[in-house]
């Protein structure tokens, strides 16, 4: 990170979160808001920078809202122990921060996602915001660090899981020991992935005993 956003990240690292805050006031009017708000400049300019922001025609920052917590399950009637349920502690194998790049992408269909970060949360939701570029448009096109973005091969790059929240559900961060099957993707190597594969072994030894 420069030297010129440096006090920008440290003074968000320290900013207040009570009752008054700028950030409490931030929420009151993101809660009471639209899902997707475009907004002019980004809250987090350090953390917009260092992913690719630049203020220019072509770039678009969209704040998106996606609720948090675990999946929705329903209790089954027919008896069974609270712990065989299932319904706790189910969370779904994407990301709140990449669901929210999928949905911004629905939402603007013209645009691409380049990356997002994290703003803020409450109770109910995670908000992000989302850094999408134009891939037709001129100055995009003849830009050295963001021209990438209008080759074939990055189009609908969020909804493959090539941001960095995507790479993260896909389980590309972990590396070592059982993630020999994560890499290219998983559907490369026959869904094939650690939890399967773990699986997999166990029931082999089953079979083997039998």
């Not at 420069?2 to 900013?15: G, I, L, R, V």
């Not at 220019?56 to 027919?78: I, M, N, S």
């Not at 949905?103 to 995670?126: C, T």
């Amino acid at each position: 990170m420069t030297n010129a956003y440096h006090h920008t990240a440290e003074s968000w690292k320290k900013h207040e979160h009570g009752y008054g805050s700028a950030q409490w006031q931030r929420m009151l009017e993101w809660r009471a808001g639209p899902s997707f708000v475009r907004v002019d400049r980004p809250l987090r300019l350090d953390r917009a920078r260092a992913l690719g922001y630049k203020a220019k025609q072509g770039v678009v920052v969209v704040r998106a809202r996606v609720r948090r917590g675990g999946l929705r399950k329903q209790r089954f009637v027919q008896g069974r122990v609270p712990s065989k349920m299932g319904v706790n502690k189910i969370t779904m194998r994407q990301n709140t921060q990449s669901i929210a790049e999928v949905r911004v992408s629905k939402h603007f269909p013209n645009l691409e996602v380049l990356n997002s970060y994290w703003v803020g949360e409450d109770g109910k939701h995670h908000y992000y915001e989302v850094i999408l570029l134009d891939p037709y448009h001129p100055s995009i096109e003849s830009d050295k660090d963001l021209g990438w973005i209008t080759q074939a091969n990055a189009r609908n790059r969020v909804l493959r899981g090539k941001t960095s929240a995507g790479q993260k559900h896909r389980g590309l961060r972990y590396r070592g020991k059982g993630s020999e099957h994560t890499r290219p993707s998983v559907r490369k190597s026959s869904r094939r992935d650690k939890d399967k594969l773990i699986w997999g072994k166990k029931e082999a030894a089953k079979q083997h005993k039998l």
